[in-house]
């Protein structure tokens, strides 16, 4: 049975959920949102877990992010952290280089990168981004509903009784992400192509596969549908 209560009013991160709707219209898998907005998490070795979210100002939310938590001391060359990002977009290339530039400052940081969506994935500056992140050290996956459920929990202000309504999306475009970014990481050529339509005045993205070279299929070998359809035999 559904629990009558939201987020308890005694949870320290209630001041800092975004709202369900900004969730919802910013992480779907085929929507097109020009801004950025991420979700993100810091565990310290000594247990202590700390939540928020930021978006694209002037400055891109991946930048935002490093300069708000050097400036306020919460990490330091010397800290020992874990931090998992939830991001509605890639890095750019640009963001990737400043990323780069703190891990390499930050050496005992570690930083896990979930996005709902690749960034300009045919950019090549964009693909060396994300290969140079992973070469540093970072793990970069495309979100599965797993990843959706946990940011509904943890970082959504959900109605009463609407701790399960997490919305759900169809596996395919998440599947085609994750086929696209192992190209990338793998620096084989772009196998998905993104184009753009209408929905109830809401722009939303097509997405179709193409150029499935032979590698792609050794790509679906190494388990993406199971990842993405947990229960496909």
Known sequence: MASEKGPS??????GRRIEPWDFVESFEPRALRKETYLLYELRWTSGKIWRNANRNTTQHAEVN??????????????????????????PCWECAKVIKEFLSQ?????????????????????????????????????????EYRYCWEQFVNYPPGEEACCP???????????????STILNLP???KISKSHQNQLAFFNLTLQNCHYEAFYLLALGLLTAFYPTWR
């Open 65 to 90: 992010f490093i300069e708000k938590h050097i400036s306020e001391r919460r990490i330091r060359p010397s800290t020992n952290c874990c931090i998992t990002w939830f991001l509605s977009w890639s």
């Open 106 to 146: 930050h050496p005992r940081v570690t930083l896990v990168i979930n996005a709902a969506r690749l960034f300009y994935h045919t950019d090549p500056q964009n693909r060396q981004g994300l290969r140079d992140l992973v070469a540093s050290g970072v793990t970069i996956k495309i979100m599965s509903m797993a």
């Open 9 to 14: 009013h005694m949870d320290a991160t209630l």
């Open 190 to 192: 772009s196998c998905l």
């Open 168 to 182: 759900r999306y169809t596996p395919e475009p998440m599947m085609m992400y994750a086929l696209e970014l192992q």
